[in-house]
């Protein structure tokens, strides 16, 4: 109807000219036949949020309750407040039914397996979860190593490398339906014979060949980074020859590090995992010590040799300082602050990062435009904290409909979905938020903001979580006695800033502005909990936003601007950008003309530009131009208040040396950061978004 147009019209009209772009090349619904569009951008919005408002009359909701959230959801997302992970938005309401972003499939030391955990089945779960826009990560360390021998056929393993070139090269002929490209995480724990093959699977010549569509990790443990800090020889051990194979035996170092209790065992391993017939264990009164673990390790001659940590740190270092790959994951710490840790150790995460998850479990994931947040009182811009707690709620529950919504593509991953009901929100729009107060992102003043915020965001989800608990049930697996309340393991942030050496401290006019959230009541939070339960085994994560936030026309996740001036490579073509807070800011100090603009365009950034004001020149910092400690610093402050992870980007200036990787692993460590990146720039030939305009 007409009213109708009118309405989309003025919404349309939020959307920035890229926006559009990606919109009219991925997203909206085409004919089949005429391939002519049949929906505008509004009619997308409003696709999800009736499709994943209907999902309450599952509930024994009525058509007018489904009708009047409907029309939250599509508020929130029209007004780009809040918009849900990509194969929400592609899929809700479609043929396709995948409308998760994260996955983590098995992979278990055999080809095929009755239970479907073989590598060719997981193969096959790949080809499926890409084939409609899910990302999926896996651990190869259980994998028998190169060389070791393969009974069946008297001949020789090739080991897990070359098995995950097969998961590569079927990525590439997948291209999730030609929209998008297939991304993998791929992970080998630190003790694996193979190790060294796979530090080095990505860099040196190989890197702009092989395994392109992986992302690496290795699987560190604090054993481990104890040892690097020590130069201490750590064991390297074939998961085939121990009876404690690769999962098992990282049991006994996490029963020794202290994140599986002696209670737990006690109650839950003895009666769950033996009927299971699952894990074997020689003591399991006990706790036994890493040392212990050796000792049955080298007796069973599943040792194959002992290196020197640092030596093995150090090759990590310099693959990353040349190519990006591989990143760590913190295993200990991933484990330690897992809420629903009793259910199993979690050895791998999705692409980015930002999922931890158990074998076959999903997680769909969605991100608040922290930007939309920032109104003006007083003429001076202020944080609309009612705003965004009443957009976290209808996030949360659109979220957690989209668990019901889902249609799986494997009996496996709905069983795991369902079973944790695992939702992601996070955030995107952080630096342009900052740039709108006024902080410059490498302050004090910016981490602490920060800080509160993931803590502010942390609270309203956790407590919509229950709210939905109340109304239609905890997840499954819900245990309110064995549940972790991850906030009681948070590092406060005089720690923080103590584990980096920063001196300064926030200041007053950052803490009026946040001081709200030092009001919330954890305790009351936990009384609640478990009272009332918990709809979901974890509520928040921060992806890295990626596509979503050029449809929400702003800054990414929690990065920093990338450039302010830049040329963006995307599956579609090249878009040139100028950041419009940028053109803003020219404009009012009347710089806005062209020959200005052309020259920033040159490096993309103007902090050493004595010409440019220098208000701008402190607020306008670019990736580049923010110190490692200051990327790391906001990464960590977000993961104390996550309980899954934390998607970020350590941006490095090409010219930094491996030491500055070195002093980044090992500092992400002690902040608690559960995995870590680093990009130095022009590292690779295809760079996603290049710094200026190239002439
Ligand atoms: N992802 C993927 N292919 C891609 C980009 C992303 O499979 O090309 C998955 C991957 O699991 C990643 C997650 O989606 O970690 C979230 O990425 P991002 O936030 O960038 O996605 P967006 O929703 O913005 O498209």
New binding site residues.
Partial sequence: GKGKWKEFDKRDLLLTYNALKVLEARYLLKDPNTLRYIETPQMMFRRVAKFLASVEKSYGKSDNDAKQLEEKFYEIMSELKF?????T?MNSGTRLGILS???VIPVRDSMITSNGEGIYDALRAMAVV?QQ?????FDFSELRPKGDIVASTAGVASGPVSFMRIFDVSTDVVK?GGK????N?GVMHVWHPDIDDFIKAKTGQLKDTQLQNFNISVGVYDYFMNAVERSDVVPLVNPRKTKIPGKEWEYYIAKARGYITEDWIQEVILSELEEKGGAVYLDESKIITVDEALVIAEKEGAITQWVNARQLFEEIVKGAWDSGDPGLLFIDTINRRHPTWYLGKINAT??????PLLPWESCN?G?INLEKFVIERDGKPTIDWDGLAETIKYAVRLLDNVIDANRYPLKQIEEATKRTRKVGL?VMGLARMLIKLGIPYDSVDAVYLSYQLAKFIYYQAFKESIEIAKEKGSFPAYDSKLYRDIWESAKSFDEILEIVGIKDKPSEYIKRLTFIVDKLDFDKLKEDRIKYGLRNATVVSV????????IAGTS??IEPLFALAFIRNVAVGKFMEIDPLFLEYLRKYELDNPEVVKKVAETGMIGDNLFMPKTMRKIFRTAHEVPPEYHLLHQAVWQQWNDSGT?KTINLKSEEPPETVEKVYLLAWKLGIKGVTVYRDKSKSQQVIYFGIKK
């Fill in positions: 918009l849900p992970n990509t194969p938005l972003a994260c996955f890409h826009g899910g990302g999926t990560g999730q998008r490209r297939g991304a995480m999705n692409p980015c990062g930002e999922e994931l991100s996070g992806a890295p936003t990626g596509t979503i936030s050029i990414s996740s998607s």
